[in-house]
């Protein structure tokens, strides 16, 4: 699964520049031009890591990731700033804030690479791991291969790519909307109860005789792996 990006960036060339070379080293990624929108587009669905500007229209890039490190689902997203302004004061004003990183700009695009690269490794390994595990469930994204404890588990494409979008972040409960938008792309034309039957069939596939069940129905808000009390 791809790693997805917000870029949030008002420089509308530096935006296009980003958002080209990501793509062409796989990552997905969406552009906000304002703090406000943003925001709501975080909402909306959590990305895996977002790009920050300081200065921006609406919200400034500094007061939305001080609102995102306040809030339980939004904590955890890596930050990376954005800034032409390269004064230590305003470093230390944003790993304050919780900025993961900071990069002032003008920057090379090698070194925005290996930055995000380093966030990435040292905020979500899993991100960037070949072999996902959970419990006695392993899935291994070279070779497509499924395993509970030692014995195979043969899934249908959808039910692969779900498994895998779950395993990214388990206990983290997703909603059917951010299953849809994660699983079958935002562009996708399904209703959600497709959601409940692809969970049903994958529910049956990892679960034999007396295994532990490994998904979880959070009643009003949807699925996530494991996180059973
Ligand atoms: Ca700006």
């Given at each position: 699964m791809a790693t997805r990006v917000l870029l949030v960036e008002d420089e509308e060339s530096l935006a296009v520049m980003l958002q080209y070379n990501l793509q062409a080293e796989g990552y997905e990624v969406e552009i906000a031009e304002r703090g406000d929108d943003a925001e709501l587009m975080i909402a909306e669905n959590p990305p895996d890591i977002i790009i920050l500007d300081w200065m921006l229209p609406g919200t400034s890039g500094i007061e939305l990731c001080r609102r995102l490190r306040v809030a339980k689902s939004t904590r955890f997203i890596p930050v990376i700033m954005l800034t032409a302004r390269g004064e230590e004061a305003d470093k230390i004003r944003a790993f304050g804030t919780g900025a993961d990183d900071y990069i002032v700009k003008p920057f090379s695009l090698p070194e925005?690479?290996?930055?995000?690269?380093?966030?990435?490794?040292?905020?979500?390994?899993?991100?960037?791991?070949?072999?996902?595990?959970?419990?006695?469930?392993?899935?291994?994204?070279?070779?497509?291969?499924?395993?509970?404890?030692?014995?195979?588990?043969?899934?249908?494409?959808?039910?692969?790519?779900?498994?895998?979008?779950?395993?990214?972040?388990?206990?983290?409960?997703?909603?059917?909307?951010?299953?849809?938008?994660?699983?079958?792309?935002?562009?996708a034309y399904i209703d959600e109860r497709t959601v409940d039957v692809h969970i049903g069939r994958l529910r049956k596939a990892l679960n034999r005789g007396r295994e532990k069940e490994l998904i979880r129905t959070v009643r009003g808000a949807g699925y996530a792996l494991g996180g059973h009390r």
């Open positions: 925005f690479m290996a930055r995000l690269k380093a966030v990435l490794r040292r905020t979500s390994p899993s991100l960037l791991q070949d072999v996902l595990k959970f419990e006695d469930l392993e899935l291994d994204r070279a070779t497509h291969i499924v395993r509970r404890g030692t014995r195979e588990v043969r899934l249908g494409p959808t039910e692969y790519r779900l498994l895998e979008f779950l395993l990214e972040k388990p206990e983290r409960v997703y909603s059917r909307e951010q299953l849809l938008d994660n699983v079958w792309g935002r562009d």
